[in-house]
């Protein structure tokens, strides 16, 4: 399962998404919607900064979690799940976006503990085969996702992280902003 581990403030964010929307391949979803919503899927960066707080987190939570669908690689899935109103605030459901070969993005940023850690994922097809007794009738079969289409915007996206990094923690990419920050004496989380 290939992921790269990252620090990114919110400028940092901003270079990885448009970097997504304007130079990969792949189509962008929430990854859970808001409660009671439909599921969003974004064209830029723009719309993903109009409905969450990118690169601000509580805690140590990422501050958007989102899931690639690269172009011809498969189809997403899109769950209902239902909530439970009374520990929701009167929400009785949302939407999650599910796929055998969905590209995991969750960014991190800036909280009260330091820089929280951004990351990118997906599966791969020999772990998706496993599971997909499991899930196959929620998720399809794992054959009918191309993986060379995963693997390759997976690889395109990581690359593009390392480059613009300015440093490394450890073996985490250090984007710009983030390695300011932390110069500046601010922690990763």
Not at 3 to 28: G, I, T
Not at 56 to 62: D, E, L, Q, R, Y
Not at 144 to 154: I, K, N, Q, T
């Given at each position: 399962m290939?992921?790269?581990?990252?620090?990114?403030?919110?400028?940092?964010?901003?270079?990885?998404?448009?970097?997504?929307?304007?130079?990969?391949?792949?189509?962008?979803f929430?990854?859970?919607?808001?409660?009671?919503?439909?599921?969003?899927?974004?064209?830029?960066?723009?719309e993903?900064?109009?409905?969450y707080p990118?690169?601000?987190?509580?805690?140590?939570?990422?501050?958007?979690?989102?899931?690639l669908l690269?172009?011809?690689a498969g189809e997403?899935?899109?769950?209902?799940?239902?909530?439970n109103?009374?520990?929701?605030n009167?929400a009785?459901f949302?939407?999650i976006?599910?796929?055998?070969g969905?590209?995991?993005?969750?960014?991190?940023?800036?909280?009260?503990r330091?820089?929280?850690?951004?990351?990118t994922?997906h599966?791969?097809?020999?772990?998706?085969?496993a599971w997909?007794?499991t899930?196959?009738?929620?998720?399809?079969?794992?054959s009918?996702?191309?993986?060379?289409?995963?693997?390759?915007?997976?690889r395109?996206?990581?690359?593009?992280?390392?480059?613009?990094?300015?440093g490394?923690v450890?073996?985490?990419?250090?984007?710009?902003?983030?390695a300011?920050?932390?110069?500046?004496?601010?922690?990763?989380?």
């Open positions: 290939p992921n790269c581990d990252f620090y990114a403030l919110r400028e940092d964010l901003q270079l990885v998404l448009d970097f997504v929307f304007e130079r990969s391949d792949c189509r962008v929430e990854h859970y919607s808001l409660f009671d919503s439909s599921l969003a899927e974004f064209r830029s960066t723009d993903i900064e109009a409905r990118l690169g601000v987190c509580s805690g140590t939570a990422p501050s958007v979690l989102l899931q690269p172009e011809s997403l899935v899109v769950e209902r799940a239902s909530l109103p009374e520990k929701c009167g009785t949302r939407h976006a599910s796929g055998w969905l590209i995991q993005l969750q960014l991190g940023g800036a909280s009260p330091g820089i929280v850690a951004s990351h994922n599966n791969s097809e020999k772990r998706a085969l997909e007794p899930y196959a009738d929620v998720l399809g079969p794992v009918a996702w191309h993986w060379g289409s995963v693997e390759s915007s997976s395109r996206i990581n690359a593009h992280i390392r480059k613009v990094a300015s490394k450890g073996s985490r990419p250090l984007l710009p902003a983030a300011s920050a932390i110069a500046a004496g601010t922690s990763a989380a």
